[in-house]
């Protein structure tokens, strides 16, 4: 079946430790994104990128770091620079056009 | 900052047509308008999209004002499964951008 993977579905984390969040899609699309989460808040864009070995900042980028080395691949870093990192993280892949955005289960990350 | 303004909350008793109402009095000429749904703690699903035109697909029909200003998402027959957060949103592109500008979403509870 084709979609996007995230794991693990929930991380527990110290505070000042660096956390990376798997996010894989076997889509074929170019364009992948990760948004943040508030408890009853819509998505806030941190991170994206349109094509290989390229990515740009979203909104929220600062305390984050992603790299896209493989078009199937874009994880994000979060960290100890994050001052808030506790959070729900969710992935998204779209194609040709970026008409629809294809999301993952998310990630719920707890930091204490 | 969300380009849309929608309820916080809506009602509407299952086998009747929800009808979920989105201001976006700010769009600009070539913006389109989304709407995606996202059922708790699962990431968000994809509905519909427009521009100037409605729109209809097997989920859910999209009305948009002729001055663009609002729009409104039909769910034909509600059921107990479209309970959920549906978001309106605002897709700003630019040469240097493309993203989705997310607000808070109306939460849906379709009663039996």
Redesign the interface.
Known sequence: DGGITQSPKYLFRKEGQNVTLSCEQNLNHDAMYWYRQDPGQGLRLIYYSQIVNDFQKGDIAEGYSVSREKKESFPLTVTSAQKNPTAFYLCASSGQGNYEQYFGPGTRLTVT | D?KTTQPTSMDCAEGRAANLPCNHSTISGNEYVYWYRQIH??????II?GLKNNETNEMASLIITEDRKSSTLILPHATLRDTAVY?CIVRVATE?????I????TKLIIKP
């Open positions: 969300a703690s699962q990431g968000p699903q994809y999209h978001y240097s951008n493309d993203q989705l997310w607000g808070a979403g």
